[in-house]
């Protein structure tokens, strides 16, 4: 599966994006869906993930009732709302899927989107 992120941008403190990652490739349903971060000489960090139905949802607890992960298998798309942005919230993010279940490290998911920066200004 091919998976393209977008939507990042310069957004100032308090404010919100919606990111935006679509798939191509293989039927998008049966994947398990992620959010990843990273922030220069930092490690990639989990953010969210989705089931593949979207009944099931863990958001990383710096980002828990701020972001919130969705998905609409009928446009082959996931989500990540950003309400409440903060400067250490500046990160690239990365979109990513697995045909396992979900889980919170990288090295859980086969296929990764290209990033999309996002930089919150204080």
């Known amino acids: 599966v091919q998976l393209q992120a977008s939507g990042g941008g310069l957004v100032q403190a308090g404010g919100s994006l919606r990111l935006s990652c679509a798939a191509s490739?293989?039927?998008?349903?049966?994947?398990?869906m992620a959010w990843f971060r990273q922030a220069p000489g930092k490690e990639r960090e989990f953010v969210a993930t989705?089931?593949?139905?979207?009944?099931?949802?863990v958001h990383a607890d710096p980002v828990k009732g701020r972001f919130t992960i969705s998905r609409d298998n009928s446009k082959n798309t996931v989500y990540l709302q950003m309400n409440s942005l903060k400067p250490e919230d500046t990160a690239l993010y990365y979109c990513?899927?697995?045909?396992?279940?979900?889980?919170?490290?990288?090295?859980?998911?086969?296929?990764w989107g290209q990033g999309t920066q996002v930089t919150v200004s204080s």
């Open positions: 989705i089931s593949w139905l979207g009944g099931r949802t």
């Open positions: 990513a899927a697995t045909r396992g279940i979900e889980v919170i490290v990288p090295t859980g998911y086969d296929y």
């Open positions: 490739g293989r039927p998008f349903s049966i994947y398990t």
